[in-house]
């Protein structure tokens, strides 16, 4: 058995990338040429340059990291010598860099708060250069928080040419809507303006200014359109304000599934009075918030604390207008904060008293950043928690790329909760003698192992300890062809110490 296994070409295993795009980030915020405008006070003092040097895990083959790349960006300095930036700007980062505004000196820093759903990360000078930090940071000055502004206000966006000359591109705010930045799935108060921005170094995010004060961050920018997002001020305020412990949490949840009551007979069966608008709920994460508070599913929310919520759920913002109902969830609240939802309920009214929570870790976890996959190798066989990160890898367009069946599981994670932690998937196979007429099977979920149900990568672990009296493992897929697998478990346990040999550091990670 050993001579056959030395002569099976072990180079194969780059193969198995072929299942997936290279797992690239999107730098939208890259500008095109146009003049800008001249700024009446210099914000040289309050921004710098931010280098970063990153390296993302490969989704293909989980014990390996992909090729470094690196970003620059502007951030934006706080009191205490804090600087904030975008999560995506230091996501995965192997090494961060402060750099003054004519690159005359550097320090080395660290990311000490972050939030990948709203797109937002503090960072400051590693400790080691404690004395050189204070050297950097003292021709430097702080910038306030603006308070939110409005719909036809003007921002500067704040840019840095090589030689260290600011370039100052003035918007007007035209909408506020709620978007998602960075992480798939989360949705945060954004500002939105049009502007013709120019290419100018450091263009990853730059901070967006309202006299004198800062408003936000640039997390992406349409130059076909010239549309500029801008995280807005409400949420950094609230981001900042829950790092000052050091603790930091994160945004609340409310854990509910919603469906618009637009149609008149969904309403009628509903029992929805004609002067009402509100919002189905159609699931409830388990240990949610909504959960704990009582809800139901097919409850209607009909008001989230004073505000009334639409058919398509809507509601009339104090100051922006119509907003969409998560902003009084996801923006408004904090933590462990109490709020009053009304709802109907067999057409009767209801004051609801919900304690808003943390969102719980789904089946799909959306933020995977900075975590090592958790996978297996058996016999050639690669096994892998199915995570946002996961999916990205198929390209920008991964909802339409990605296998239909792995992306549905996206909508509907509770259908698939009983008995599973994670969702394990078979994502490739690598050609050996133990994976032999198995070569083509990748992207299938594990249901069981050797009779046992997976849970999540440590029970599958645990499920190939014990094979059958024939010694064979048999691995159950979900509506795959075939339905089952049969692996030899003398013949797999030989491919995995060879395996070993030919370059795979470790045959598992959980």
Same mark, same amino acid.
Request: aromatic share 8%.
């Given at each position: 058995?050993?001579?056959?296994?030395?002569?099976?070409?072990?180079?194969?295993?780059?193969?198995?990338?072929?299942?997936?795009?290279?797992?690239?980030?999107?730098?939208?915020?890259?500008?095109?040429?146009?003049?800008?405008?001249?700024?009446?006070?210099?914000?040289?003092?309050?921004?710098?340059?931010?280098?970063?040097?990153?390296?993302?895990? $490969?989704? !293909?083959? @989980?014990?390996?990291? /992909?090729?470094?790349?690196?970003?620059?960006?502007?951030?934006?300095?706080? +009191? #205490? =010598?804090?600087?904030?930036?975008?999560?995506?700007?230091?996501?995965?980062?192997?090494?961060?860099?402060?750099?003054?505004?004519?690159?005359?000196?550097?320090?080395?820093?660290?990311?000490?708060?972050?939030?990948?759903?709203?797109?937002?990360?503090?960072?400051?000078?590693?400790?080691?250069?404690?004395?050189?930090?204070?050297?950097?940071?003292?021709?430097?000055?702080?910038?306030?928080?603006?308070?939110?502004?409005?719909?036809?206000?003007?921002?500067?966006?704040?840019?840095?040419?090589?030689?260290?000359?600011?370039?100052?591109?003035?918007?007007?705010?035209?909408?506020?809507?709620?978007?998602?930045?960075?992480?798939?799935?989360?949705?945060?108060?954004?500002?939105?303006?049009?502007?013709?921005?120019?290419?100018?170094?450091? $263009?990853? !995010?730059? @901070?967006?200014?309202? /006299?004198?004060?800062?408003?936000?961050?640039?997390?992406?920018?349409?130059? +076909? #359109? =010239?549309?500029?997002?801008?995280?807005?001020?409400?949420?950094?305020?609230?981001?900042?304000?829950?790092?000052?412990?050091?603790?930091?949490?994160?945004?609340?949840?409310?854990?509910?599934?919603?469906?618009?009551?637009?149609?008149?007979?969904?309403?009628?069966?509903?029992?929805?009075?004609?002067?009402?608008?509100?919002?189905?709920?159609?699931?409830?994460?388990?240990?949610?918030?909504?959960?704990?508070?009582?809800?139901?599913?097919?409850?209607?929310?009909?008001?989230?604390?004073?505000?009334?919520?639409?058919?398509?759920?809507?509601?009339?913002?104090?100051?922006?207008?119509?907003?969409?109902?998560?902003?009084?969830?996801?923006?408004?609240?904090?933590?462990?904060?109490?709020?009053?939802?009304?709802?109907?309920?067999?057409?009767?009214?209801?004051?609801?008293?919900?304690?808003?929570?943390?969102?719980?870790?789904?089946?799909?976890?959306?933020?995977?950043?900075? =975590?090592?996959?958790?996978?297996?190798?058996?016999?050639?066989?690669?096994?892998?928690?199915?995570?946002?990160?996961?999916?990205?890898?198929?390209?920008?367009?991964?909802?339409?790329?990605?296998?239909?069946?792995?992306?549905?599981?996206?909508?509907?994670?509770?259908?698939?909760?009983?008995?599973?932690?994670?969702?394990?998937?078979?994502?490739?196979?690598?050609?050996?003698?133990?994976?032999?007429?198995?070569?083509?099977?990748?992207?299938?979920?594990?249901?069981?192992?050797?009779?046992?149900?997976?849970?999540?990568?440590?029970?599958?672990?645990?499920?190939?300890?014990?094979?059958?009296?024939?010694?064979?493992?048999?691995?159950?897929?979900?509506?795959?062809?075939?339905?089952?697998?049969?692996?030899?478990?003398?013949?797999?346990?030989?491919?995995?110490?060879?395996?070993?040999?030919?370059?795979?550091?470790?045959?598992?990670?959980?």
């Amino acid at each position: 058995m050993k001579s056959a296994l030395l002569s099976i070409p072990f180079c194969t295993l780059a193969l198995i990338a072929t299942s997936l795009t290279s797992c690239t980030e999107s730098q939208d915020s890259q500008t095109t040429s146009t003049s800008p405008t001249t700024s009446t006070q210099s914000p040289i003092s309050s921004v710098i340059r931010i280098n970063s040097t990153s390296q993302n895990w $490969s989704p !293909s083959q @989980p014990w390996n990291k /992909q090729a470094s790349s690196s970003r620059s960006a502007l951030g934006a300095v706080l +009191s #205490d =010598q804090r600087i904030l930036t975008t999560a995506a700007m230091v996501t995965n980062a192997t090494y961060i860099e402060l750099e003054n505004a004519d690159s005359t000196h550097s320090i080395p820093a660290k990311v000490t708060a972050i939030d990948y759903e709203a797109n937002l990360a503090i960072l400051e000078a590693d400790e080691a250069t404690s004395d050189n930090a204070t050297d950097f940071f003292k021709d430097l000055q702080a910038m306030e928080i603006s308070k939110p502004l409005a719909i036809g206000d003007t921002l500067d966006i704040i840019q840095l040419e090589d030689s260290g000359m600011p370039l100052v591109t003035s918007s007007v705010i035209r909408t506020v809507d709620i978007i998602s930045s960075f992480s798939a799935g989360h949705y945060f108060l954004t500002y939105q303006s049009k502007a013709s921005m120019q290419s100018a170094s450091n $263009s990853y !995010s730059l @901070p967006a200014i309202h /006299q004198g004060k800062l408003t936000g961050l640039l997390t992406s920018y349409d130059k +076909s #359109d =010239q549309i500029l997002d801008i995280t807005a001020p409400e949420i950094i305020s609230a981001f900042l304000k829950d790092a000052e412990d050091g603790q930091y949490e994160g945004f609340p949840s409310l854990g509910v599934a919603i469906h618009f009551t637009v149609d008149p007979g969904f309403r009628e069966w509903l029992k929805i009075p004609d002067e009402l608008g509100g919002l189905y709920v159609s699931k409830i994460a388990k240990g949610s918030a909504a959960e704990n508070a009582g809800i139901e599913e097919g409850d209607v929310i009909t008001k989230i604390g004073k505000y009334d919520i639409g058919r398509r759920g809507y509601y009339t913002d104090d100051n922006y207008g119509k907003l969409y109902w998560s902003h009084l969830i996801r923006g408004n609240q904090e933590n462990n904060s109490a709020l009053d939802l009304t709802i109907l309920r067999d057409g009767k009214e209801h004051v609801i008293n919900t304690t808003l929570t943390r969102p719980i870790e789904k089946l799909v976890p959306a933020n995977t950043y900075e =975590q090592a996959p958790r996978y297996l190798v058996k016999g050639g066989f690669i096994f892998q928690e199915l995570t946002y990160s996961y999916l990205r890898a198929f390209g920008t367009d991964w909802e339409s790329k990605a296998p239909l069946d792995l992306v549905d599981i996206i909508a509907s994670q509770e259908d698939y909760q009983e008995g599973r932690n994670k969702i394990v998937l078979l994502t490739a196979t690598i050609p050996t003698p133990a994976t032999t007429g198995y070569e083509s099977l990748r992207n299938y979920i594990i249901t069981s192992v050797n009779g046992e149900t997976i849970a999540d990568i440590p029970s599958l672990i645990n499920a190939f300890k014990t094979p059958d009296q024939d010694g064979l493992h048999t691995i159950s897929i979900k509506d795959g062809t075939p339905e089952t697998i049969y692996l030899d478990a003398t013949t797999s346990d030989t491919v995995d110490q060879e395996l070993l040999k030919r370059g795979i550091p470790a045959l598992s990670h959980q």
